[in-house]
Nanobody
């Protein structure tokens, strides 16, 4: 599975962005989709995950209530809607796919190249 993120950019605090993750190479079928982020000098952080059926979602503490993860399986697409953005949300955002419903990056087999999100104060 190849994953390509898009939708990052520069936004003011309080604004919104929608990230997309396009999968190709093979079907998304059965895979959990996750979003992670990494800011300069910091460790990678779990943002959100959604199961194949979209029946379960989970969020990192710092984004819960502001971000929403979703997916469109027939289109092999995943999304991360980010609202009420804060400067501390600034990071490179990665989508990932794996067999387990997990918040651990090590449980994901496939990763995109990342997209930069910058939130100005």
């Amino acid at each position: 599975v190849q994953l390509v993120e898009s939708g990052g950019g520069l936004v003011q605090a309080g604004g919104s962005l929608r990230l997309s993750c396009a999968a190709s190479g093979r079907s998304f079928s059965g895979y959990t989709l996750g979003w992670f982020r990494q800011a300069p000098g910091k460790e990678r952080e779990f943002v959100a995950a959604i199961t194949w059926s979209s029946g379960r979602t989970s969020y990192g503490v710092s984004v819960k209530g502001r971000f929403t993860i979703s997916r469109d399986n027939p289109k092999n697409m995943g999304y991360l809607q980010m609202n009420r953005l804060k400067p501390e949300d600034t990071a490179v955002y990665y989508c990932a796919a794996g067999p387990a419903y997990s918040g651990l990056g090590s449980d994901y087999d496939y990763w995109g190249q990342g997209t930069q999100v910058t939130v100005s104060s």
